[in-house]
């Protein structure tokens, strides 16, 4: 219980320091002027990037943890041997 609320709480200080810098710094009306100049072909190939780098990143870690999986059995042979 104690972890969900510091998961929580880590959640919504992120998302205030977040909306401070966002709203406040550099402001709403930035984003607006550069929402309106925006090609959108560059938006699109960085969200299929991104999703590709997850991807990625997954077949990573299943890889880490298969070999991980795999290890002590590689150490048996070896000690049979």
């Given at each position: 219980?104690?972890n969900?609320?510091?998961?929580?709480?880590?959640?919504?200080?992120?998302?205030?320091?977040?909306i401070?810098?966002?709203?406040?710094?550099?402001?709403?009306?930035?984003?607006?002027?550069?929402?309106?100049?925006?090609?959108?072909?560059?938006?699109?190939?960085?969200?299929a990037?991104?999703?590709?780098?997850?991807?990625?990143?997954?077949?990573?870690?299943?890889?880490?943890?298969?070999?991980?999986?795999?290890l002590?059995?590689?150490?048996?042979?070896?000690?049979?041997?």
């Amino acid at each position: 219980m104690k972890n969900k609320i510091l998961n929580i709480a880590a959640i919504i200080i992120s998302l205030a320091i977040f909306i401070y810098f966002f709203l406040y710094k550099n402001g709403l009306h930035q984003l607006v002027s550069v929402l309106k100049v925006i090609n959108i072909s560059w938006i699109i190939a960085a969200i299929a990037l991104m999703f590709i780098y997850w991807a990625l990143a997954a077949v990573n870690c299943l890889l880490c943890w298969e070999h991980l999986l795999m290890l002590p059995r590689r150490l048996e042979r070896l000690d049979a041997c």
